[in-house]
């Protein structure tokens, strides 16, 4: 298929990356051969016509016959009969198989996409991936579901035509090959501008979709911050700029839509000129020329047509060198090929050996330097330190979403690197501080924690989270909708869904996030009492935002830069004095010890 396309159209080099849709195709093989024959009979048909022209006219007409005109008309009803079912048969076909590739292609993406590392997505914008998942892949589909069959059919017919052309007067034939030339050269030339203005305005586009994305992702800061007129303003530029993008697009494509018309209608015209006084002479006969002038039309269309395909096939040439490099970006972080396994029943010990780390992005910002910290199963370490101390770092390398420069990870006395991913993160439950709640209803949001529970174990979570409760009292109970992200609940809500989620899980290491945001008494004791269902026999790593978690903890370790300044209990630490005093005393209300240890601080969330 990629081959005859390559062919049809000019720039050749430019057409490969559609070379990478062929293992795509292959496995609908029989329904594209199923079309090309479809194609063939199709195209067949078509240049026989002109021979039933010539026909008619030498013999109707010119002798008079009236009943060759009344055969002429039984072929022409056959012929239409075969042209139109094959051409149900090749639409349908194609189609299809456009519609099943795009499919395929777009679950290949997405399939790689879930497995690349973090790293990727921080330098990848969400709004381009989201335009390579519907826009390149809707590009591909038109390519695939037509435009090949276009490109295909007019290349028969080009092909046809000209030997027609050549059968029926080699004279005017050759006019006709001067004149081929001059038609495609222009093609050529203009194609390779278009070819680069059509990657100019997928980009643009791109950017429009980049900026929906963002803005509404952030709706409420957006609105709070009366940004409207601003945003408003900023995607009135992306868009101008993705339609003046696209008016250059067109006029080159217009020029050559213009051009390719006017040399072909232009030759036709001298050719007619010359072959009717050929007629005239009696060189030829009037049915040779209707015939010629038949197949010159279809010539001249189907160079038209593959013409205004070839910018279609440029542009998904594009579109499929982008979803390629997507599908090429490799993974980060990969098992080895020989996994070591971890112990079995898990231990639940969590080490850090001379950790060095710099995230990707910030080559020269160590965010841990030399950290070293063993926790025993069943110990509740309670991680305090200024913001930006790399405490949520320790949480990002225990779920191996980055892989330290030096020193070592250990998860149940294996280092995590030599261990599959999957296996690592199977032991631990995370409770992130903002609670990520998919759009969809309370159970999956639970069920998230181990997809095989039973309604009765995600009831058990919901109960253990304090969230039972005020899920059953949704419109639906927990079939209820819960909103994009979870809208239509409060911050607590969230926090003891994710709670619920973790319950269900039942890891043996557990990775807490304190919400800083301040939680109404209610909400709060909900979450405490939650919190304490989940922490019972787990190791626990929790980033402290509250008293009563630190007076609670076995362990307080003070991270600064990067680095373990402190750790021990409570009241030792203070009457040490140094950080860990003055971030109590500002960020606990060390002094007074409320029941609920909410922080002094005002929470950033204004949710
Ligand atoms: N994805 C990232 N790319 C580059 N640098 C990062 C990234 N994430 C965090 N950092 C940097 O690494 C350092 C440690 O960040 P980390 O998120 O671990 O801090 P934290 O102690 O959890 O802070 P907070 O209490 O504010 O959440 C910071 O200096 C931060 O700017």
Same mark, same amino acid.
């Given at each position: 298929?990629?081959? =005859?396309?390559?062919? =049809? ?58 009943? *060759? ?13 075969? /042209? ?43 709004? $381009? ?15 695939? %579901?037509?435009?090949?069959?276009? !490109? ?8 046809? %035509? ?11 034939? @050759? ?6 030339? *001059? ?54 530029? +992306? ?32 050719? /007619? ?15 040779? #020329? ?14 038209? !047509? ?6 279609? /096939? ?39 050996? %001379? ?71 199977? +032991? ?33 979570? !919901?109960?253990? &989270? ?33 709670? &619920?989620?973790?319950? #269900? ?24 009492? &939650? ?41 030792? *630490?203070?009457?040490? @004095? ?13 002094? %007074? ?13 204004? $949710?």
């Amino acid at each position: 298929m990629t081959d =005859a396309t390559t062919t =049809a159209a000019p720039g050749r080099k430019s057409l490969r990356p559609l070379a990478f849709l062929l293992p795509f195709v292959r496995p609908y093989i029989w329904h594209s051969v199923g079309a090309g024959i479809a194609l063939l009979l199709a195209a067949a048909t078509t240049i026989g016509m002109g021979r039933g022209l010539q026909a008619v006219v030498d013999q109707g007409f010119v002798t008079s016959n009236p009943q *060759l005109l009344d055969h002429a008309l039984l072929v022409m009803l056959g012929v239409i009969l075969v /042209l139109a079912g094959s051409t149900y048969v090749r639409f349908s076909l194609v189609s299809w198989v456009g519609e099943r590739v795009v499919a395929d292609i777009r679950r290949a993406v997405f399939d790689h996409l879930v497995t690349l590392s973090p790293g990727f997505f921080e330098s990848t914008r969400t709004g $381009e991936v989201l335009s390579r998942l519907t826009t390149d892949t809707t590009l591909l589909q038109t390519v695939v %579901g037509s435009t090949v069959s276009i !490109a295909l059919r007019n290349t028969l017919m080009l092909m046809g %035509g000209l030997i027609m052309l050549a059968i029926t007067s080699a004279k005017l034939t @050759g006019l006709v090959l001067i004149v081929v030339p *001059l038609v495609v050269l222009p093609i050529v030339i203009l194609g390779r501008s278009l070819r680069k203005l059509s990657k100019a305005s997928q980009d643009r586009v791109a950017d429009v979709g980049a900026q929906v994305d963002e803005t509404l992702g952030g709706i409420r800061i957006v609105q709070a911050f009366g940004h409207e007129a601003i945003e408003t303003a900023r995607f009135g530029e +992306r868009v101008e700029d993705a339609f003046t993008t696209a008016v250059r697009r067109i006029r080159v494509r217009a020029l050559m839509a213009m051009i390719i018309i006017s040399l072909v209608m232009g030759a036709i015209g001298v050719i /007619l000129w010359i072959g009717g006084h050929d007629v005239l002479a009696g060189r030829i006969s009037a049915g040779q #020329l209707s015939a010629f002038i038949f197949y010159s039309v279809l010539v001249a269309g189907a160079v038209g !047509a593959i013409s205004e395909v070839t910018g279609e /096939l440029q542009r998904a040439a594009g579109a499929m060198e982008r979803l390629v490099d997507l599908l090429e970006t490799k993974a980060d972080i990969v098992a080895p090929p020989n996994p070591v396994a971890l112990p079995t029943p898990a231990i639940g010990t969590v080490a850090f050996e %001379g950790v060095r780390f710099h995230y990707p992005a910030r080559p020269d910002h160590a965010a841990l330097e030399g950290l070293d910290l063993t926790v025993a199963p069943g110990e509740t370490v309670a991680i305090v330190g200024p913001s930006g101390a790399g405490k949520t770092t320790l949480f990002q390398l225990l779920l191996r979403f980055y892989d330290p420069q030096d020193g070592r990870v250990l998860v149940d006395g294996v280092d995590v690197r030599t261990a599959t991913p999957a296996d690592v993160r199977a +032991r631990l439950g995370i409770v992130p501080q903002e609670a990520v709640i998919f759009s969809t209803n309370a159970w999956e949001n639970i069920r998230y924690g181990r997809p095989e529970a039973t309604d009765e174990e995600v009831r058990a979570a !919901a109960r253990a &989270a304090h969230a039972l409760d005020f899920l059953e009292a949704l419109p639906e109970g927990l079939g209820t909708y819960l909103g994009e992200k979870g809208v239509r609940l409060s911050g607590g809500q969230r926090q003891r869904i994710a709670i &619920a989620r973790a319950i #269900l899980r039942n890891p043996k290491i557990l990775l807490l996030d304190e919400a800083t945001s301040a939680l109404d008494a209610e909400s709060e004791r909900g979450v405490q009492l &939650a919190l304490e269902t989940l922490m019972k026999d787990r190791t626990t790593l929790i980033i402290a935002h509250r008293l009563a978690t630190v007076l609670n903890a076995d362990r307080i370790i003070v991270l600064d830069k990067g680095k373990i300044v402190a750790s021990g209990r409570h009241e030792e *630490l203070i009457r040490q @004095g140094g950080l860990y005093a003055r971030l109590a005393a500002l960020q606990f209300d060390a002094a %007074g010890g409320t029941a609920n240890g909410a922080p002094k601080e005002e929470g950033e969330a204004a $949710e």
